[in-house]
């Protein structure tokens, strides 16, 4: 997490949940734990993954002010296996348990999308395929998701709607087709930018070919359609298979890569991920 700009959004996102999880304090270890109590604890891999965010767990403690040292001992986009020490930290037990859940809340989401990223990238090793991540992230916490997705082995789609033209459906009836759509964003866009069209069929793809698209989505097509439009592009174009991947399994995504894709984009990296099991716990 060397990105400054990702650091920033980091602590804003930490500063945000803390102040959701503490209100006016944290209760519970105000009444039940003494003042001035020291505590070791480790963090445990609860389950075989992909590792991402420790570092926000020490990030948390430090925004806390507490005294508190927080060793890692993996790094993000590291597998890890069940039972494996993560990461170790000692100190003020007051900062520690009060920042606990805000910590593993974070480092067990990103380390999901971090884990279900790099299945999908293994699925299509060997081809030219990536896996890229979609705009169908959490709101707030997109920096931090579309980093997991690199911590996985993924690569990033557009940040957001201000730094990339994507033309779908919607754009191309408002537009009135897609030769349209895509001549006006050419006079609007500056030459540095590319522009990538969303099409479900074969004749939309020519067109959007025709059109001078540098990018083509192919989506929701069966794998002969998609095989065709990848055949019919032939590198003219970008090309990138949407629509539903998250529910494909392994094979299938391979067969996808296979039909000779650049792009595989799956919006359940981020938007429906099972979160890593991970445990913190204090030893006696």
Known sequence: MKDLWILHEALRIIDAALTEDLGSGDLTTEAAVPPGTKVTGNYLAKEDGVLCGLK???????????????????????????????ASVSGDA????????????????LSGIASRTALAVEAVSGTKARITDTRKTTPGLRALEK??????G?????????????IKDNHIAAAGGIRAAVAMARKRAPHTLKIEVET????????????????????????PAMA???SCIGGRAVTEASGNMGDRDARELRRIAETGVDLISIGALTHSVK????????LP
């Open 94 to 109: 007051k900062t520690i348990l009060s920042g606990e859940r805000t910590g593993l809340n974070l480092l067990q989401h």
């Open 154 to 166: 993924g690569v990033n789609h557009r940040f957001g709607l201000s730094d990339g033209i994507l």
């Open 147 to 152: 980093y997991a997705v690199r911590a996985g």
């Open 200 to 223: 479900e069929n074969l004749e939309q793809v020519k067109e959007a070919l025709a059109a001078g698209a540098d990018i083509i989505m192919l989506d929701n097509m069966s794998l």
């Open 56 to 86: 926000l767990c020490s990030l948390v403690f430090e925004r806390l002010g507490g005294d508190v040292v927080f060793t890692s001992h993996k790094e993000d986009g590291e597998s890890v296996k069940k039972g494996e020490i993560l």
């Open 275 to 282: 979160a890593m099991d991970i445990s913190l716990r204090f």
């Open 228 to 230: 065709e439009a990848v």
